[in-house]
């Protein structure tokens, strides 16, 4: 049920990209783009549209934001995966856009895939100027020096340490670089219909804290084949995760924690925000 | 006269960088940030505040676009000049960013500096909604698959094509590369007041293509200690440009008229455009 309702949307945000990308030059740039948004989850849009019908915002509205964070994620994978980054060649079990093309067009897709989620995000048809405007703000600050690429340079500054992270660094490490964007997903729907984002702030930052977590147990004992990208990646290179600091069991009592809390802060919306709640339990049970 | 109010500007949008970097965490990523914000003629933000003052625009409003279509020109620079775009050492007479520190805090530091170039265009700051909104999608799609990385693309196909390209597939390439970003600086001005944009981008469209042809005769023989970056590149590569498709004397002919297009394109608003004029022909006797 859970797994039909998230399979739909990703295949409406796919045919939106679809959508968006139709008539672009047929460039190699712009065909990297196309191939950088297919596949994956669609978590990050998913909690756009499921915050979206908690608030009764109209699909055809809610469609723009949940294809904006996808393509903003997109990016963030593209350039994460250059040589000069994380240096990886596959990727939701394909080749990495700079492995596929060259490191030049994922250095221009991953750019262009920015432009494109705040085009997206401020498109005419998320609704009123002024959601426009707060959808547009807020995006730009979950992706940028104060959000996830605070992260991501907490994390490149983290493998110069002399010392692994504390679970206090990490902690703040992952809410920048994962934490930010799902955040953003989670909140956008009660910013299309101009309500409180504050309950859902509280659940996208548990469920945000749970994800990573449950990224760190599949990275440790996850199946390659089903992950669709490298893993082991972080204990091969001696970095500090929350399966490090905490152990394994660890790790998957404190994820269930935050799954609870996740749950529980979506009181306020009663039975309505079940779909949001099956997405906390889903988020620590994937083999992806 | 002329020089002294862009030097003014250029001091003004200096001092907004300031303070909006002001408090970000010390790291690499963020000092990156900050240093390729440093210098430039800031032709870009000057016609954003100058187009600003021509609608009588406050200049605590302009501000900030001005400093947000700098913000996303410094990141085109930054990732322009990755070894794996133009490799390029020098830029505004300083080492690029991943010459002074490395290649991953360069493509950080430059997505970064995207992200925060749309948190300025969409700041509560720059006016109602409906402007911030406005100038947030048209500054999307300027930068984006149908504007600059356009340019920059079809810039990267043609290295790879077997003829050099003709005049109008140059134009097209720089109306994107150079072209979107100047006109979405000339017509800030007009959205910020949410006036009529068209007169201001003829100009901008005009001036654009005066710019890059400026650009192409600096290229050919300018004095690279003044220029702060390397010259000869695009003969040295065998590309097509103004001067070669048209000689020095014929791209020197071509810019004047687009000039006087440009500044007759201006005549609506009468002498209070004169500065945006000068502007016109400062870009054509430009010596950096």
């Excluded at 109209?58 to 723009?64: G, K």
């Excluded at 262009?112 to 085009?119: I, K, V």
């Excluded at 660890?250 to 009181?267: F, S």
Aim: glycine residues 8%.
């Amino acid at each position: 049920m859970f797994a039909r309702r998230l399979a739909e949307d990703a295949a409406r945000i796919q045919a939106h990209f679809d959508h968006v990308l139709a008539g672009a030059d047929p460039l190699p740039v712009t065909q990297a783009m196309a191939y950088a948004t297919e596949g994956g989850k669609r978590l990050r849009g998913f909690l756009v549209l499921e915050s979206a019908r908690l608030h009764e915002v109209a699909p055809d509205r809610s469609i723009w934001p949940a294809t904006a964070i996808e393509a903003l994620h997109a990016y963030s994978l593209v350039h994460d995966d250059l040589p000069c980054m994380d240096d990886d060649d596959l990727r939701r079990g394909r080749a990495t856009v700079h492995r596929r093309w060259d490191e030049g067009t994922a250095v221009l897709a991953g750019d262009a895939l920015q432009a494109l989620a705040f085009e997206l995000a401020a498109h005419p048809d998320c609704g009123p100027a002024s959601v426009r405007a707060d959808l547009a703000l807020s995006l730009a600050r979950a992706s940028g020096a104060q959000g996830m690429v605070l992260g991501q340079a907490l994390d490149m500054a983290a493998e110069q340490a002399p010392e692994p992270l504390t679970l206090a660094q990490i902690t703040r490490l992952q809410a920048g670089k994962t934490g930010a964007l799902i955040g953003w997903a989670a909140c956008a729907g009660a910013r299309l219909a101009g309500a409180e984002i504050a309950p859902l702030a509280r659940y996208a930052s548990a469920l945000g804290l749970a994800f990573q977590i449950a990224d760190d147990i599949l990275d440790e004992e996850g199946d390659m084949e089903k992950a669709g990208k490298r893993l082991r990646k972080d204990a091969e290179a001696g970095k500090a995760t929350f399966v490090s600091l905490l152990g394994l069991e660890g790790a998957r009592a404190r994820a269930n924690e935050l799954v609870a809390k996740a749950e529980a802060a979506l009181d306020p919306y009663g039975l309505r925000a079940d779909a949001l709640r099956e997405a906390a339990r889903f988020v620590i049970s994937r083999d992806s």
